[in-house]
């Protein structure tokens, strides 16, 4: 769903040591769920998406699961570096727009 | 190949000022969404356009927000008699026709609207 005036949730990492970032979704009936990176005073980049018939892709450092008997969505990065250190937002396509979902600040520590 | 581009970057403007915000989405694509963001928020869908047609308003208000995006030019927000809770960050994504079914968007650098 839409954060609603929460803060976001913080995740420490130690650099080299791997993040996993979690979300829950709502809808059900959404067809593609994407996970998006937004550096502070810029706009959210793509990463990676994930089609709801598939339970794991994977990219460049990156895999997404997605466990749909529970509605859960996660973004696992691998070796993470100082760059790494963004807001994360989960997303769902539905049938016409794309909603996100809360954010996750991820810090990574040198 | 140019991004997606929005201006202004920053706008200020005085309670009961009109904004208008501006995007030009990337070359070859069709398709075009606002988001709003508050700080330390997640981005809240407003509009989806495609050229000369509001596909899905649903998370526009209903009074003093309008949305467009004509044949030729950019897509315009505009936001008549401002008020100090319509301060927030403006994002403008595009996307093509395989992008679209995907969710996969090109996000702008936001324009961020200041409400005095």
């Known amino acids: 769903g839409e954060s609603v005036g929460l803060h976001l949730p913080t995740l420490s990492v130690q650099e080299g040591d791997n993040s996993i970032i979690n979300c829950a979704y709502s809808n059900s009936a959404s067809d593609y769920f994407i996970w998006y990176k937004q550096e502070s005073g810029k706009g959210p980049q793509f990463i990676i998406d994930i089609r709801s018939n598939m339970d794991k892709r994977q990219g460049q450092r990156v895999t997404v699961l997605l466990n749909k008997t529970v509605k859960h969505l996660s973004l696992q990065i691998a070796a993470t570096q100082p760059g790494d250190s963004a807001v994360y937002f989960c997303a769902e396509k539905g049938y016409q727009k794309v909603t996100f979902g809360t954010g996750t600040k991820l810090q990574v520590i040198p | 190949n140019a991004g997606v581009m929005q201006n202004p970057r920053h706008l200020v403007r005085r309670r009961g000022q009109e904004a208008r915000l501006r995007c030009s989405p990337m070359?070859?694509?069709?398709?075009v969404y606002w988001y709003r963001q508050l700080p330390e928020e997640g981005l809240k869908f407003m509009v989806y356009?495609?050229?000369?047609?509001?596909?899905?308003e649903s998370g526009m208000p209903k009074e003093r927000f309008s949305a467009e995006f004509p044949k030729e030019g950019p897509s315009i927000l505009r936001i008549q008699q401002v008020v100090r809770g319509d301060s927030a960050a403006y994002f403008c994504?595009?996307?093509?026709?395989?992008?679209?079914?995907?969710?996969?968007?090109?996000f702008g650098e936001g324009s961020r609207l200041t409400v005095l």
């Open positions: 994504a595009s996307s093509d026709v395989n992008r679209k079914a995907t969710g996969e968007l090109f």
């Open positions: 070359k070859g694509h069709s398709h």
């Open positions: 356009l495609q050229k000369e047609n509001i596909i899905d």
